[in-house]
């Protein structure tokens, strides 16, 4: 069974440009949470979604960012016109059922140039 | 919100040393999962534990959610057991988002 599959490992971008994250959950999952981890910091919430709805986006910055999770395919965070503030660690988790544990992806690292 | 601290933020170890990292949060949690984020940055997921006491090998934790806090247990360290260890809680009353401390930074010396 595999796990929460993240792509691209590794992104490189320059100032203005856009970035797309994909996620795809666990079999089975339903329910998919984004977080950010910036240099030497914890984790910290973004967005928490279900099929076709966000749930909950009090994480995520007002501006130039934006999730989705479609009925078919994986689960997008993308976000417009990057700054250099916005290179970090974004790691995706799922579960079948909200309160279930969450299980990680490898994260997608985020370099902006 | 829910505060989540954790204690030590460091900690140097000889290989074969047993050690306690601490997390403590503020407020009823529904959900409390220990992590390890290796050297390469992958998160490991160790315990899922909102109550109770669970071992899994050289590694075990116990949370006493009334008295708000959990501790995980390592014992006798390896080198591969070097990286940020992590506590997460879902608060019980605030949606299915965790809220992570800010981790343990523990290096093991060989």
């Known amino acids: 069974n595999a796990g929460v599959m993240q792509n691209p490992r590794h992104l490189v971008r320059r100032r203005g440009q856009e970035a797309r994250l994909r996620c795809s959950p666990m079999?089975?999952?339903?329910?998919v949470y984004w977080y950010r981890q910036l240099p030497e910091e914890g984790l910290k919430f973004m967005v928490y979604?279900?099929?076709?709805?966000?749930?909950?986006e009090s994480g995520m910055p007002k501006e130039r960012f934006s999730a989705e999770f479609p009925k078919e395919g994986p689960s997008i965070l993308r976000i417009q016109q990057v700054v250099r503030g916005d290179s970090a660690a974004y790691f995706c988790?799922?579960?079948?059922?909200?309160?279930?544990?969450?299980?990680f992806g490898d994260g997608t690292r985020l370099s902006i140039l | 919100g829910i505060q989540v601290e954790q204690s030590p933020p460091d900690l140097i170890l000889q290989e074969g040393a047993n050690s306690t990292l601490r997390c403590n949060f503020s407020?009823?949690?529904?959900?409390l999962q220990w992590f390890h984020q290796n050297p390469w940055g992958q998160l490991i997921n160790l315990f899922y534990?909102?109550?109770g006491t669970k071992q899994n090998g050289r590694l075990s934790a116990t949370t006493v959610a009334t008295e708000r806090y959990s501790l995980l247990y390592i014992s006798s360290s390896q080198t591969t057991d070097s990286g940020v260890y992590f506590c997460?809680?879902?608060?019980?009353?605030?949606?299915?988002?965790?809220?992570f401390g800010p981790g343990t930074r523990l290096s093991v010396l060989p």
């Open positions: 407020d009823s949690v529904n959900n």
């Open positions: 997460a809680v879902e608060h019980e009353n605030y949606g299915q988002n965790f809220v």
């Open positions: 534990i909102p109550s």
């Open positions: 979604l279900q099929k076709e709805n966000i749930i909950d």
């Open positions: 079999k089975g999952h339903s329910h």
């Open positions: 988790a799922s579960s079948p059922h909200p309160r279930q544990p969450q299980h």
